[in-house]
């Protein structure tokens, strides 16, 4: 009987634990931020294969503890060309460089990022064409020095990436301005950075990226050798399963002032930010880098490494347009963020600071092992396909957290890496001479071209189309109402550059209802654009069709397509007809009621159509417009040319 009792008591206990621990749970999900749950899982890349590129540096020889900055480091210097040439690189310990005794102000960042020696099996590729190429993430490891990989990241100081803004600007004329040139960071508790699927960062392949490897010692008096391996994961564009969202980043970093009228200037640009706490003061770190210490235009006297004094301390700082310009410029959505902490801190967040008002935007954690020495054990990294809205015309603010259990100072510094969706991008000329994407057609002679005839007879502009609409309901103005009432302007961002136009519902209603829903609700993102003739019409492929590996159309939107039949006014002439700019829609020529979603752009006059094809729109004239149907007209393949997004104006 008692051990009957002891057994129903022991599963009671349990009941009431896990009662107890679905309720915090539940709390937790009620109070938590919301921020998307952090991930450093490395999966395989679905937008295609990767060329991996591989920097082994090392051996660094460890004989002492280090505070940050002052352990052994290497620096290393090529193009991206040359190094997916290479795939493996080595930096051999004839090249590390070691900062001992720390008499005075340590090297520069710039010093530490400049030209290296010659790096074994390097190959020369500069005499290949630029190429676009995507940086989809960068991992970093430490050997021993057999190579065999140590389960810890406690000998990393850092791994910093640098590129060269001036030249990505040049490269990549259209999109966002490269600002900052530092990309990436890797630390310990951080040490695999992967952008989410979907996305990635462009490249040409003739740019000339900087790094530095730099060990740390903060845990063992033991003599230690060890190396640091690099992996980067590229994507080449021609490559690609399916096409990849560009990333523009920014790199902000939290400052400190040194003297009080520093703090003054910073208490009096609160006036204009209630609820930005301006810049804190702090104490500039005694192994600081020469140029680490610097004044702003508004005489601010500051520094981005500072000294955290024993117990818990807060810091903030504003993001600053001088150093940071455009940051807040417009609205943006944020799919990735590295951070560069240092032990003891416990938290990194950006805040927008609007009037008398602060909202959470994103916060990363950091954890600190301090049983044998200082070491990261973890710090989040923020990495999300759906993104986080970040509004404009708003201050931000960044805010650390530090919490030194040591007893006495330590050295600090805070950066945070991060990645928006850049909607401004679009493909320089150089990109249209790589070799074309396939295309993956559900109904395969959607993509054969039709030529302009030589005659006026009566000529589909499209493909023959029966085999699909056959298939679809009538569009019911009673079911499928209401109908568009007035004119809507629609921007498509094709990977060729943008195409603005307008739907014209006064001379077809049902079509361009039935077009401006699908637009809406991102049907033909990742259609291709399958069929181009010269100087007579430009198509576009059924909304079901993508490039290849681009999801297929969600159920729920095949349920919303429609036959269409064709509009015609009872006086053509009217209505829309078929002049240059003109959008029309396809269908079987043998059937009056088989468009559905595939339409095309006329690139010339083509009166032979007018009233027998519905004429619904006509592009707007516009420089970007006009260079987007140059670019395809131009550098035409079939396969190379798709919609990757649309917005209505």
């Given at each position: ?10 599963v ?11 309720y ?64 493996n ?18 090297p ?6 400049g030209?290296s ?39 990393i100081?850092?791994?910093n990436?640098?590129?060269?803004p001036?030249?990505?600007n ?23 950075i ?13 740019e000339r990226?900087s ?16 190396k640091?391996?690099?992996t ?6 021609s ?17 400190v ?7 003054e ?45 024993p ?6 700082s ?8 455009g ?11 590295w ?23 994103f ?13 990261i ?9 759906e ?5 404009s ?13 040591t007893?006495?100072?330590?050295d ?6 991060i ?9 320089p ?32 502009p ?22 568009l ?9 094709t990977?060729?550059g ?10 077809a209603?049902?079509?361009?209802t ?21 100087a ?11 490039v ?42 043998q059937d ?14 083509a ?21 987007t149907?140059?670019?395809i ?5 079939n ?11």
């Amino acid at each position: 009987m008692k051990k009957k009792t002891s057994i129903l008591l022991i599963v009671a206990v349990c009941l009431i634990v896990t009662a107890l621990a679905s309720y915090s749970n539940m709390l937790a999900v009620k109070t938590a931020p919301v921020t998307p749950k952090p991930t450093n899982v490395v999966g395989p890349l679905k937008e295609g294969p990767a060329s991996l590129v591989t920097i082994t540096a090392g051996p660094f020889d460890i004989h002492r503890k280090y505070r940050s900055m002052e352990g052994p480091y290497v620096n290393f210097s090529s193009t991206i060309a040359d190094m997916v040439a290479s795939k493996n690189i080595n930096l051999p310990e004839s090249q590390v460089i070691f900062v001992e005794g720390n008499s005075g102000p340590g090297p520069s960042m710039q010093s530490m990022t400049g030209a290296s020696g010659v790096a074994q099996g390097l190959v020369d590729a500069s005499s290949s064409p630029r190429a676009l190429y995507w940086l989809k993430g960068v991992k970093l490891e430490v050997l021993d020095e057999n190579n065999k990989v140590l389960p810890t990241a406690e000998f990393i100081c850092h791994y910093n990436l640098d590129v060269d803004p001036q030249f990505r600007n040049n490269a990549f004329p259209e999109g966002e301005r490269c600002m900052s040139s530092r990309i990436v960071t890797i630390t310990q508790g951080q040490t695999d950075i992967q952008f989410p699927e979907g996305y990635a960062v462009p490249v040409a392949s003739d740019e000339r990226w900087s790094m530095v490897f730099q060990a740390a010692n903060r845990t063992t008096a033991e003599h230690k050798r060890v190396k640091h391996r690099c992996t980067m994961y590229f994507l080449k564009d021609s490559d690609l399963v399916y096409p990849v969202t560009p990333l523009h980043w920014f790199a902000p970093y939290v400052r400190v002032v040194l003297d009080k009228n520093s703090l003054e200037l910073a208490k009096a640009e609160k006036q204009n930010c209630p609820s930005c706490f301006g810049l804190s003061m702090g104490v500039n770190a005694p192994n600081n880098t020469k140029d680490g210490v610097f004044t702003e235009p508004s005489g601010r006297r500051v520094t981005g490494h500072w000294v955290i004094p024993p117990g818990i301390h807060s810091y903030r700082s504003i993001v600053d347009e001088a150093l940071d310009p455009g940051f807040a410029a417009k609205d943006r959505v944020i799919h990735a963020v590295w951070s560069h902490l240092h032990p003891l801190c416990t938290n990194f967040s950006l805040y927008k600071c609007q009037g008398d008002t602060r909202k959470l935007i994103f916060s990363n954690n950091e954890k600190t092992k301090t049983t044998s020495g200082l070491e990261i054990e973890h710090i989040d990294f923020l990495s999300s396909k759906e993104g986080i809205p970040m509004p404009s015309k708003a201050k931000y603010e960044l805010e650390v957290t530090y919490n030194n259990t040591t007893g006495e100072p330590q050295d600090s510094m805070s950066v945070a890496g991060i990645f928006f969706e850049d909607p401004t991008f679009a493909r320089p000329d150089w990109t249209f001479k790589s070799e074309p994407m396939k295309v993956n057609c559900m109904v395969k002679n959607h993509c054969q071209a039709k030529e302009k005839p030589a005659v006026a007879t009566v000529v589909a502009p499209a493909p023959t189309l029966a085999s699909h609409a056959s298939n679809l309901p009538l569009f019911d103005r009673a079911k499928d109402g209401p109908l568009l009432s007035k004119k809507q302007l629609i921007e498509i961002k094709t990977n060729a550059g943008p195409i603005t136009m307008e739907l014209d519902p006064s001379s077809a209603p049902i079509t361009c209802t039935q077009i401006y829903r699908l637009f809406a609700k991102h049907a033909f993102d990742g259609t291709p654009i399958c069929n181009y003739s010269p100087a007579y019409l430009i198509q576009v492929a059924l909304a079901e069709d993508k490039v290849g590996g681009q999801p297929a159309l969600p159920e729920t939107l095949k349920h919303e397509l429609r036959r269409v039949p064709t509009e015609i006014p009872a006086n053509p002439a009217a209505g829309l007809l078929h002049k240059k700019g003109t959008i029309t829609m396809s269908r079987d020529p043998q059937d009056r009621d088989a468009g559905s979603s595939s339409f095309s752009i006329m690139l010339a006059d083509a009166p032979h159509l007018d009233g027998d094809y519905t004429c619904f729109g006509k592009i707007v004239e516009n420089a970007a417009t006009a260079k987007t149907l140059k670019n395809i007209s131009e550098h035409w393949s079939n396969g190379k040319f798709w919609i990757v997004s649309s917005k209505a104006l």
